[in-house]
């Protein structure tokens, strides 16, 4: 009886290239979640918008497997709509929609001031006013999503002071949210007063008055809700008065005179 050859066994990596390997599949993920990030907080992309897997892939140089785990994750965060054997498209939020996220901000937010009034150590101001010379650095120099970016930044290091994983979570939830409406919806002006209201809001932390703390905050956010919704109230206008007149897509002029 003839014996049968046993096959080799398959050639493995070494653990170096396999290291290696994974590292360049994590940087391509970071480098097409930057971009499509970066594209959707520079306010271009308007509400509803597909994005299509192909294309992104393409545009990005990378596969597609890479470009729809980016998708999933932006998915996650609530930066994008995944909809079944759709794809994914940029959120076109109801206006009863975001009213209630930026109530569910106030909310949270409220008890975080609450939390850190007087317990900030030095280093930690220190920190904040940093943080804040970026903020305005991003203005000065146009650098419109990252202005964004920074702003609701600033609400994330203030949640990682408060020292609760579990905040910090859910107002990452939050702020995905609100960035991307505000993105969507707030003039590109309007980011030149998020630094100093931030600064307002550390000067009222280490103030003597919590009420006072409380309602600066309080009035930043509400501010920032009242462009968005009007912003969005104008769109959707100009939406429908564009279909009834047959005309394109045209994005509307954003320009409101408020500013952040």
Known sequence: MPSTARKPPAPTEPPELTEAMESDDANVDERVYAAVSKALLSGKLRPGTPLRERALAEALGCTRGAVRKVLARLG??????????????????????????????????????????????????????????????????????????????????????????????????????????????????????????HEQIIEALTGKSLDKAIAIAMEHLDELEQRVIAGAAAEQEVDLATLLNGGGNSAPHRGHDHSH
């Open 76 to 197: 996650s965060e609530k930066r994008l709509v995944l909809e079944h054997n759709r794809g994914a498209f940029v959120p076109n939020p109801s206006i009863a929609d975001m009213r209630g996220i930026y109530r569910a901000r106030r909310i949270v937010e409220a008890g975080l001031i609450t939390t850190l009034f007087g317990q900030l150590a030095r280093e930690q101001v220190a920190a904040l006013r940093k943080h804040v010379q970026a903020e305005q650095k991003a203005f000065k120099e146009g650098r419109r999503e990252d202005c964004i970016r920074l702003a609701g930044d600033f609400h994330l290091l203030l949640a990682q002071m408060a020292g609760s994983d579990e905040l910090l979570s859910y107002i990452q939830r939050l702020i995905s949210n609100t960035e991307l409406y505000k993105a969507l919806y707030d003039s590109a002006e309007a980011a030149s007063c998020a630094p100093r209201e």
